[in-house]
């Protein structure tokens, strides 16, 4: 009896001790690759194309991660994960980044033990409705039967506008997106809801996008943001620098193009040189080598470019700035300063 | 003949005539018309409502399935082409195969490979003929034995050392239990079980090591993550099958024994994995093993699904082949038992032919339910031909693409399930012996 419970409190000293070393940044770099959790397929933000290659809003993310850490932007494992394996895949350790398009709120961060590490797109659940239903706002929606997709925070968000309008809906309710834009278009329900990005992406599929509408009221917060494991502080640091480089660099003017020329010699800002590591050690105080923050800009651009090149204005899914512009444009994206 | 006749007869047919063929109305396809859709005049007028429902349905379908659009390299390119061509623009939009086909079958696995599953898939089929058809020279079998080893080093390459000191274990499983099964059988079965693990747990690695660097061979190493599309189903599928069936005839003659540890262990494992839904035993594999799991062990994950599936599925085979053994009459065990047959052979020669004979359509119910089973794993991430749909309508060229993807996925699993079937009917013509 005395030597088991000698044994179990020695093995579970062992086991803590094992935890409390296991840096994060240096289990990637032994490993040689960042493994990123990311959607199984949502248009423009993460899924693999004809040869298997994973492009997307969120797969940038892992890429510029991944460049920063090892200066290849292909140095990623891609785990695609469900709406139901992504927490536990982060928590045991499969992953040591989620970007899978994932709203930041209280219980995810303080319950299940996560740092979210910034928010790199701001969302919000909108309507989609025909425009032949006539209708100009959502609160015009009294007695509409309703899309929604059961078991997520939008049937919750649904049901809390309505009450608060005082107005009444039926809901259909269905499984995926896919089966929401087939019921939508089937004439299943007046209304489709679900996050404005989705819906514009799905507007943009329809054969005769004209005729239908998102109506102007965005009914909830969602903003969309990687997150790492709660305990490793450095490790959600390199993340959250990574992702706020990417944003500075957009404000700032540094882009994919000018990159190199601009970290080959200091230039006259002193924020850009200490971004580009031409001034400073902000690398070595993240455990990087000095030219991250290039790397990670070179791999896809800073954020107005992967946002332009996934999900921007002249891809099919069109979507706007909006919120997510700089702080400068009127838009919500302020980072930190680089000192 | 006609001579002696000639005079008292008018007439005399001296040659036989020619067969007449019936008359129309009572041969060909007008009798078979009137035998099978016209015998009477209401089930005539039900015929002719039939042919016409059929008639609409089709002619609805047809021109959506025929639509000219192989070679469009997006869905707004189809949708242009209708336009352009003046059509409506309710036709299939084929180009989504065409760009999309190799993905679906073979998942992320490196284009310049696909040789390999390839060949991978004759060498499954050679090795199942034998076991499946018989009438094979020995050394065939021979062959039939080592493919699993061959598919498992085709697909996933590496060295070729892993799998043939893998194989080893099970050679050394096989001299123990023949030297010592004449000195005593459970020591041999025992020995059979233990040394194998031993062998598979210890020696197997620093063995590997030794002569893979002593002999580099091997063919480029492809992780499970590269698998995909319908090359993931089938390696599931026929994993989870091969394996599935020895270890559900076990649990059945666990099951039915009369040693009582035995038997309450098997009770208990087929009801439990039995009593428990697929996925989450899925769900168990992806999520839960990875908390008990030591932190760093990477156990793969096609591994854990393949496991899981296995287990899950011998448990339904085991209940099919109890209802076999049920049914082989009190007789047959008493009767193998008056020749004074050991446990193991009068199972192996008497009991078990007949019980797995009578089980035969039970056995393969269950196989084609498991195949269409795996499409589950899409749930827990692994991108199987269902779950590379959702990740093709990610792709711009083709979102709101659905009944071209579900149809080709569909048409796969039908020509799988349906030889399946047709193989167990066979298998039953077979092996009927009460009418020869």
Request: charged letters at 15%.
């Amino acid at each position: 009896m005395k030597n088991s419970v000698l044994f179990g409190t020695l093995a579970m000293a062992g086991l803590s001790a094992a935890a409390a070393s296991a840096a994060t940044l240096d289990d990637v770099k032994a490993r040689g690759n960042l493994n990123c959790g990311v959607v199984t397929g949502l248009a423009g933000f993460g899924a693999p194309d004809a040869n298997g290659v994973w492009e997307g809003f969120d797969v940038d993310v892992c890429r510029a991660v991944a460049a920063a850490i090892f200066g290849d932007e292909n140095a990623v494992e891609f785990v695609p994960t469900t709406g139901e394996t992504r927490f536990t895949a982060l928590s045991s350790g499969e992953i040591d980044l989620l970007a899978r398009n994932t709203t930041w709120t209280f219980s995810r961060d303080v319950e299940l033990k996560f740092d979210f590490i910034g928010v790199n797109y701001y969302d919000g659940q909108g309507f989609l409705v025909p425009t032949a239903l006539g209708v100009t706002s959502a609160k015009d929606l009294d007695g509409a039967t309703v899309c929604i997709q059961t078991g997520t925070s939008t049937e919750l968000n649904l049901a809390d506008f309505f009450r608060a309008n005082n107005i009444t809906y039926q809901p259909v309710a269905v499984q995926t997106n896919a089966e929401g834009q087939q019921q939508y278009l089937a004439g299943a329900c007046d209304a489709y809801t679900t996050d404005a990005s989705g819906l514009a992406a799905t507007r943009a599929t329809f054969e005769a996008p004209d005729d239908h509408v998102l109506l102007p009221e965005i009914i909830s917060k969602e903003p969309l943001g990687p997150l790492v494991r709660h305990g490793d502080s450095d490790w959600a640091d390199l993340n959250r620098w990574v992702l706020n480089a990417l944003i500075a660099a957009e404000e700032l003017g540094i882009t994919s193009a000018n990159v190199a020329e601009m970290a080959a010699a200091p230039t006259n800002n002193p924020e850009v040189n200490r971004i580009l590591g031409t001034e400073g050690e902000y690398g070595a105080m993240l455990g990087l080598e000095p030219n991250w923050a290039v790397a990670a800009i070179s791999a896809g651009g800073n954020y107005g470019e992967i946002f332009e090149r996934n999900i921007g204005e002249n891809t099919p899914i069109g979507l706007a700035r909006g919120l997510n512009a700089q702080w400068t444009d009127g838009g919500l994206l302020y980072t930190p300063p680089f000192r | 003949m006609s001579e002696t006749h000639a005079h008292t007869t008018a007439f005399v047919r001296d040659a036989v005539l020619p067969q007449q063929p019936p008359p129309a109305t009572a041969s060909g396809p007008l009798r078979w018309m009137r035998d099978n859709l016209f015998p009477n005049w209401i089930n005539g007028i039900m015929t002719l409502i039939a042919i016409y429902v059929i008639y609409r349905i089709v002619s609805g379908l047809l021109p959506w399935f025929i639509s000219p659009t192989w070679d469009q390299p997006s869905l707004s390119a189809c949708r242009a082409l209708f336009t352009e061509l003046g059509q409506s623009t309710h036709q299939a939009c084929w180009g989504v195969i065409n760009d999309r086909w190799r993905q679906l079958m073979f998942g992320f696995y490196p284009a310049e490979l696909y040789w390999r599953p390839t060949v991978a898939l004759f060498v499954l089929l050679a090795g199942l003929a034998p076991v499946l058809f018989g009438g094979f020279p020995r050394w065939f079998m021979a062959f039939a034995l080592a493919s699993p080893f061959i598919i498992f080093t085709l697909i996933w390459g590496g060295t070729i050392w892993v799998p043939i000191v893998v194989a080893l274990g099970l050679v050394i499983a096989v001299v123990a239990f023949r030297g010592l099964v004449k000195r005593n059988a459970i020591l041999a079965t025992f020995a059979g079980i233990v040394l194998p693990i031993l062998f598979w747990l210890f020696l197997v690695g620093p063995l590997t090591a030794v002569l893979s660097d002593a002999l580099p061979i091997g063919l480029d190493p492809v992780r499970s993550n590269q698998l995909g599309g319908f090359l993931l189903s089938v390696v599931i599928g026929v994993a989870a099958i091969v394996l599935s069936l020895p270890l559900g005839i076990l649990l059945a003659l666990g099951r039915a024994s009369d040693l009582f540890i035995v038997n309450k262990i098997s009770i208990a494992f087929i009801e439990i994995v039995r009593g428990v839904p697929l996925i989450v035993w899925l769900f168990t594999a992806s999520l839960l093993l990875n908390y008990f799991l030591p932190p760093g062990t990477s156990f793969d994950l096609t591994l854990r699904v393949i496991i899981m599936v296995t287990l899950f599925s011998a448990a339904y085979i085991a209940e099919v082949v109890r209802g076999g053994l049920a049914a082989v009459p009190k007789g047959q065990y008493e009767g193998a038992d008056s020749l004074g047959l050991s446990y193991w052979q009068s199972m192996q020669l008497i009991v078990l032919p007949q019980a797995l004979k009578i089980s035969i359509p039970g056995i393969v119910n269950t196989f084609i339910g498991l195949f269409k089973d795996t499409t589950l794993v899409l749930f827990i991430g692994l991108l199987d031909p269902l779950g590379l749909t959702n990740a093709i309508r990610a792709s711009t060229d083709w979102n709101g693409i659905y009944w071209e993807l579900f149809i080709f996925i569909g048409v796969l699993f039908f020509v799988v399930c349906y030889s399946m079937g047709r193989y167990s009917m066979y298998l039953e013509r077979k092996l009927q012996r009460e009418n020869r």
